[in-house]
């Protein structure tokens, strides 16, 4: 589903995740967390993502109930 997603807009999965926060509303700003020049240039390319109903549609499953979220990541071993 996000490899298909990712070769229709062209671009690499972790542009795609980014592009796909970048689409909400609420994102005026969306963190990379890049280590590397590699890995920087591969994330700056979600800005050029034209993303759009279709990516919204095919992804739309993969969404996590906030709550959900957070009580699993509290469960994790590392917090």
């Given at each position: 589903?996000?490899?298909a997603?990712?070769a229709?807009?062209?671009?690499?999965?972790?542009a795609?995740?980014?592009?796909?926060?970048?689409?909400?509303?609420?994102?005026g700003?969306?963190?990379s967390?890049a280590s590397t020049?590699?890995?920087?240039?591969?994330?700056?390319?979600a800005t050029?993502?034209?993303w759009?109903d279709e990516?919204?549609g095919?992804?739309?499953p993969?969404?996590e109930?906030?709550?959900a979220?957070?009580?699993?990541r509290?469960?994790?071993?590392?917090?």
């Amino acid at each position: 589903m996000l490899e298909a997603q990712a070769a229709r807009l062209g671009a690499s999965l972790d542009a795609l995740a980014l592009a796909a926060a970048l689409a909400q509303p609420w994102a005026g700003i969306v963190l990379s967390g890049a280590s590397t020049v590699e890995q920087l240039l591969s994330n700056l390319r979600a800005t050029d993502l034209r993303w759009d109903d279709e990516a919204t549609g095919a992804l739309a499953p993969l969404a996590e109930a906030p709550a959900a979220y957070w009580a699993a990541r509290k469960a994790l071993a590392w917090n």
